[in-house]
């Protein structure tokens, strides 16, 4: 079975062929960080001019690549939500316009479980029940994975996602967009441990994350220590390479300290930690890391596919195509769209705590 996957849920116009859910065909990304670069962020306009001017020879180039004409193609799968709804829409109509002129079954995929899916290409089988880490621009939450398809959120974030945090701090440092591989690139030459910033508390006592308290430690350190920004042309203090590090390093932390205590709790058989700060080498450490103190394989996708693409769409779109299931023409862009089809995680499970002192 091959399916043409497409993807614009923000400010990547993606396509992929992709045979059987695993092998890649072809994958193509249109990626727009030059545009949006001047602005310190995506401008949701902008990104979705920029999808229509770059959808069709984005999605041709994929066909052309994969030595396939579109009507060998068995399906169509595209990114239905959650995601800017500009964006979501030029790729929601022109996926359906293809799939309609040529007959051809096509299925909304949900984007965040695009990036759960985007790690069967290169890992071995994924082994349920499994716990996923999916963290990005826009997105940073816990999942529970009994078996393929079902979905329970463990941990969401309740402010900012954990790479827009970096995008605005390193805004604050003058480090430009995108901000998790500047931050990452000074971070290297910086001390984590020089400043101690307090990891955030939930009140309500769910294993939620928080990011807004850390970017406001983050602006009172630069106020109060007088750091200045980094101005064009000049290499970054000490003092910013310090700061970067130590605020990468609290992200990281709290990060793989929650998936471990879930972990910990939940026992699944196979760790996924899958988005575009997936890309973040110290996260990738601190994973595997934990994975082994657990004793449970870690999956990552690589650099490629970490970011927004469409074989990961592609992939999940195989399961329900596969399975006869499809969408009809009246599927619409969903920017809401939620991930979870179970209501509360079976109890017995917290009860069957694996012995090890965190």
């Not at 709790?265 to 103190?293: D, F, H, Q, S």
Request: aromatic share 6%.
């Amino acid at each position: 079975m091959i399916i043409l996957g497409i993807e614009s849920s923000c400010d990547e116009t993606a396509a992929a062929v992709v045979r059987d859910g695993k092998e890649i065909m072809s994958s193509v990304i249109s990626s727009q960080i030059a545009k949006h670069r001047p602005f310190g962020g995506v401008v949701p306009e902008l990104a979705s001019r920029e999808h229509l001017r770059n959808i069709e020879p984005v999605v041709s180039q994929a066909l052309g690549d994969a030595g396939v004409r579109f009507d060998q193609i068995d399906g169509v799968a595209v990114t239905k939500g959650p995601g800017l709804i500009g964006s979501l829409l030029v790729g929601v109509s022109y996926a359906k316009a293809l799939a309609y002129g040529a007959g051809k079954p096509i299925v909304g995929v949900n984007h965040i479980e695009g990036h759960v899916y985007s790690v069967v290409f290169e890992n071995p089988e994924i082994i349920y029940p499994a716990m996923a880490l999916i963290v990005s621009g826009g997105h940073t939450n816990l999942f529970w994975i009994p078996q393929e398809g079902s979905y329970q959120v463990i941990s969401r974030t309740r402010d900012d996602a954990a790479g827009e945090a970096f995008d605005k701090v390193s805004k604050m440092l003058g480090l430009g967009y995108p901000g998790g591989p500047a931050i990452e690139k000074i971070a290297r030459s910086g001390d984590r441990n020089a400043i101690r910033f307090t990891k955030a508390k939930i009140s309500d006592g769910r294993p939620d994350f928080s990011f807004s308290g850390l970017k406001t430690a983050v602006s009172r350190h630069i106020r109060e220590h007088q750091i200045e920004p980094l101005a064009d042309g000049k290499l970054p203090s000490q003092s910013i390479k310090d700061l970067a590090a130590s605020f990468q390093s609290a992200v990281v932390d709290s990060l793989i300290g929650t998936m471990e205590k879930q972990a910990l709790e939940l026992g699944p058989k196979t760790l996924i930690v899958a988005g575009g700060v997936a890309c973040n080498l110290e996260l990738r450490e601190a994973a595997t890391k934990m994975a082994a103190r657990i004793a449970v394989p870690v999956y990552f996708p690589s650099k490629h596919l970490s970011t927004d693409n469409a074989a990961m769409i592609a992939g999940a779109g195989y399961r329900r195509l596969k399975a006869g299931e499809s969408d009809d023409m009246h599927m619409a862009a969903d920017i809401t769209m939620r991930l979870q089809n179970l209501e509360n995680i079976d109890d017995e499970l917290r009860k069957k705590k694996v012995r090890y002192k965190l």
